[in-house]
């Protein structure tokens, strides 16, 4: 069973910046494919990013791309989402979640395993 927690959630200006950690306690961590979805009010949750396991591919999706960054540290069972110039359409819950294998998966049917989500929240 992987425990997936996130942290780095907060309320910042358009334009500013956050980050966001996902720490995990699974030790084959650096098995996993790794992911970011967020979800906001009345709407579904959505992908954001996802990383392989080596960390030498990522995806994002289009409404993200050139503004935030996923990154893993696999020695500290830790993934981050770097993301720079926020936008209020970027408020919403986001959860990490993890699955085995390598690969592009942006489903939430595709990942096992789903932290509990932290807010962010990015006033005009």
């Known amino acids: 069973q992987v425990q997936l927690v996130e942290s780095g959630g907060g309320l910042v200006q358009a334009g500013g910046s956050l980050r966001l950690s996902c720490a995990a306690s699974e030790r084959t961590f650096n098995t996993n494919t790794m992911g970011w979805f967020r979800q906001a009010p009345g709407k579904e949750r959505e992908f954001v990013a996802s990383i392989t396991w080596s960390g030498s591919r990522t995806y994002y999706a289009d409404s993200v791309k050139g503004r935030f960054t996923v990154s893993r540290e696999n020695a500290k069972n830790t993934v981050y989402l770097q993301m720079n110039d926020l936008k209020p359409q970027d408020t919403a819950i986001y959860y990490c979640?993890?699955?085995?294998?390598?690969?592009?998966?942006?489903?939430?049917?595709?990942?096992?395993?789903w932290g509990q989500g932290t807010q962010v929240t990015i006033s005009s």
């Open positions: 979640a993890a699955r085995g294998g390598t690969g592009y998966f942006s489903r939430q049917a595709e990942y096992n395993y």
